[in-house]
């Protein structure tokens, strides 16, 4: 009895919930996203994820690089094209990230902040969530793009790859 009782306590109890014998507290949850339904789905769980933890929920958007070359961007830039395209990007940056307040605070989510990024989305992702503390990043396995085929998108692979922050792959 005594050693059943022990084998429940070792399976079930607090060490389950400890990380070299600290406590581990989850107080920052970021969720990345870029409109897609995977990254809506990230967005519902890490929402009742921060619930049940009273955690701060953190949402970010990258807004990608111009992907031109210099002499093009400059030629842009001249014709105030740069500007035009950047206001555009702006309006979608922010429309996605309301969507996804609204969605959070639907579901009851109390403390948020948002924050748009900029260049390359996985790198963006990763320094934002080191910079911010983040004790646990939330993305969407797919995202916007049309490659089918493979399970994981380009931008959850690189930053699975790339940033030691503890990520959760929502399907
Ligand atoms: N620009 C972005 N800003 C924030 N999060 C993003 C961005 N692009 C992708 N993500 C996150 O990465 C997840 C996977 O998307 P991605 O790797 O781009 O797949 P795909 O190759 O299908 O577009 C998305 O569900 C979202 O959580
Ligand atoms: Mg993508």
């Not at 070299?20 to 769980?45: E, F, H, Q, W």
């Not at 948020?112 to 993305?139: C, E, F, W």
């Not at 396995?141 to 089918?148: A, E, I, N």
């Amino acid at each position: 009895m005594r050693i059943l009782t022990r084998m429940m306590h070792n399976c079930q109890g607090p060490r389950e919930y400890n990380q070299g014998g600290y406590a581990l507290m989850i107080t920052r949850i970021l969720v990345t996203t870029d409109g897609s339904p995977a990254s809506n789905r990230a967005v519902g769980l890490a929402a009742h994820m921060a619930i049940n933890h009273d955690a701060t929920l953190y949402l970010l958007n990258v807004i990608r690089d111009m992907q031109l070359p210099p002499e093009l961007k400059k030629m842009a830039k001249v014709e105030n094209i740069g500007q035009a395209r950047q206001d555009v990007l702006d309006f979608v940056a922010e429309k996605v990230l309301g969507d996804a307040e609204r969605r959070a605070k639907r579901k009851g989510v109390k403390s948020l902040r948002k924050a748009t990024g900029h260049g390359d989305p996985a790198n963006a992702i990763a320094s934002y969530a080191q910079r911010n503390k983040i004790d646990l990043v939330v993305m969407g396995t797919r995202g916007l793009g049309s490659v089918k085929g493979m399970l994981m998108g380009s931008v959850s692979r690189k930053v699975a790859n790339s940033c030691d922050v503890n990520l959760l792959i929502v399907r």
